[in-house]
């Protein structure tokens, strides 16, 4: 590995990574006070940064020094127009190839990704809550840490990790941004984000990693493969926040009546071709207000949580369209034997909520007079399931 940048950084990746003192071939600096010192560990001395002219055609070159990775970036391209660079951080993880005179290809550094590489955006109480969960991933070997942006003040290291300002992230190319922050303030982080060249598909909520039997790897896996799941009620808007998921479904901040939604998770293609346009205006007691009840063909969506026809269609024409219909989970509710066979009619993959005990498969009996609460309430939050619990289809219910 060739490294450029011999100070403060480097010192503390040979720390943190004693293996490192051993695939290191070359360190070069501008600095030419430490030009001809020895790097401590390594036995390797330190060339001036004007050495690199010489470096063959092809390779890369690890930057140790977070802060100015853009003007080094600058700085090796000016010296060799033939060497690429990465940070430091991502070099350990990923194998360099380097092209050799028969046409094939040698790996320098052996093995292939196998964690996820994070940076976490936020320092304050929601970092404290998440900060024992994260911790898990990286000792499960799930997760690899390169940074720590903390929200104000300034530190040189949080809990040994490199603190660096929010700007200087996109240097690292991580993975994930794992953002700590309060809900509300959430929207703001996103923008300034944004900003800084990071993209939302990047970013996940520091909560997520609390979720109980939480696996990275099996979570990543759903997140870039996402689940489409059509839900009766809010269960599927519900659960994709939960998740920090995108909404890859149009059955958001709505209700079907069960023979309506059996229809529309026995024909999505059907239905989605359909226009939604509004019916009739009905009394949302509990919060005082009326909502749209509007037709999908010979389907009525109850509109349960906006005030606006013309924002229903608008928000159901627009999710409609992020449907995979090869990965759809169809998600009801049974409160009659009637009800359950007509889930039973539905094709695919299906999960069924029943407030009576039966012996179907896919089916989840969550028994709502024990708890005390309606079985919306309980498939909705009021009981909890595990990230396990979610992938077996078995949900277990609160005392």
């Keep these: 590995m060739l490294v450029y940048g011999a100070g403060a950084h480097l010192d503390d990746m040979l720390s943190w990574h004693p293996e490192l003192a ?15 010192q020895t790097v401590g560990g390594t036995g390797v001395v330190i060339e001036a940064a004007e050495a690199l002219r010489h470096v063959a055609a092809g390779r890369r070159v690890a930057v140790a020094a977070i802060r100015y990775y853009e003007e080094i970036q600058a700085r090796i391209t000016e010296l060799n127009p033939d060497l690429s660079c990465a940070p ?64 104000e003040g ?22 994930l941004v794992i953002t700590a922050m309060p809900q509300q303030m959430l929207p703001s982080v ?89 019916d009739t205006w009905r009394w949302q007691a509990d919060e005082k207000y009326d909502y749209p009840v509007m037709r999908i063909g010979d ?28 990965r759809i989970l169809s998600v009801m509710r049974a409160h009659s034997p009637a009800e359950l066979d007509a889930f039973e009619r539905i094709p695919g993959r299906k ?17 709502s007079q024990t708890a005390r609460m309606e079985l919306w309430q309980l498939e909705n939050g009021g009981g909890y399931w595990t990230f396990s619990d979610f992938r077996s289809h078995q949900i277990s219910v609160g005392a």
């Design 88 to 151: 430091l951080d991502r070099c350990l993880q990923e194998p360099e190839h380097v092209a050799r005179t028969d046409g094939q290809t040698d790996t320098l550094l052996t093995g292939h990704k196998s964690q996820y590489t994070a940076v976490i955006w936020g320092t304050g109480k929601e970092f404290l809550l998440c900060w024992a969960s994260i911790r898990r991933q990286v000792e499960l070997g799930r997760l690899r840490l390169l940074a720590i942006s903390p929200t």
């Design 299 to 326: 389907l009525h969506a109850h509109c349960n949580h906006t005030t606006s026809a013309a924002a229903a269609a608008e928000s159901w024409n627009k999710r409609k369209k992020k449907l995979d219909y090869d």
């Design 190 to 278: 996103y923008h300034a984000a944004k900003e800084v060249g990071i993209e939302r598909r990047q970013m996940l909520r520091g909560d997520v990693f609390t979720l109980p039997d939480f696996d990275l790897r099996e979570y990543m896996s759903l997140r870039e493969q996402p689940i489409s799941i059509l839900s009766d009620n809010c269960f599927a808007g519900l659960l994709y926040h939960h998740l920090d998921l995108p909404f890859t479904t149009p059955t958001i901040n709505m209700w079907f009546p069960a023979m309506d939604f059996v229809k529309l998770a026995s024909d999505p293609h059907r239905y989605m071709q359909e226009d939604m346009v509004f």
């Design 154 to 175: 300034f530190y040189r290291t949080i809990y040994g990790y490199p603190a660096i300002p929010h700007h200087e992230i996109r240097a690292l190319d991580p993975d």
């Design 351 to 367: 999960l069924c909520f029943t407030s009576f005990a039966t012996k179907m498969p896919q089916t989840c009996f969550l028994p």
């Design 22 to 36: 051993g695939r290191i071939e070359r360190v070069f600096d501008s600095d030419l006070q430490k030009v001809g």
